[in-house]
């Protein structure tokens, strides 16, 4: 097993990683970003028990990868060991722009109803998991 082989699910998983940290810059950011507005206010902010719009949108964020992170790591993995390392690293790099896609889909702020345009971000999620999970599926009934 070399480095060279598996480059494209290493450098996918190495890009997730910086996304997943990326999450929770952006959350630390906006929690201390709303505790200063809440304070300038004289109001205290409440960082678990709260409905601050922002502040739940950013919570979704690093939530959504963590929901997600242990099926698709261990799926690409597995694909990239049983079937093949190309068409593992192609998914995941779909997967990866589509927790990118996350955030701009959902906007700033996080309320009732989830917009619907966070639908395309989502839907090329699954699919990318259903891809993977499928392939998997077929290498281990067909032996390819």
Known sequence: MSAQTFAGPLLVSVAYVLVYYLMISNQVRVKTRRRRAYRARGETFDRYFNTDREMLAADRLVGNML????????LLWLNALFVGPRGASFAGGAYVVSR???????GRQLGRGVPTRILVATLIGYGVIAYLTLRLVIAALTGA
């Open 67 to 74: 929901e997600h992170m242990p099926a698709f790591l261990l």
């Open 100 to 106: 990118l896609l996350y955030p701009l889909m959902m």
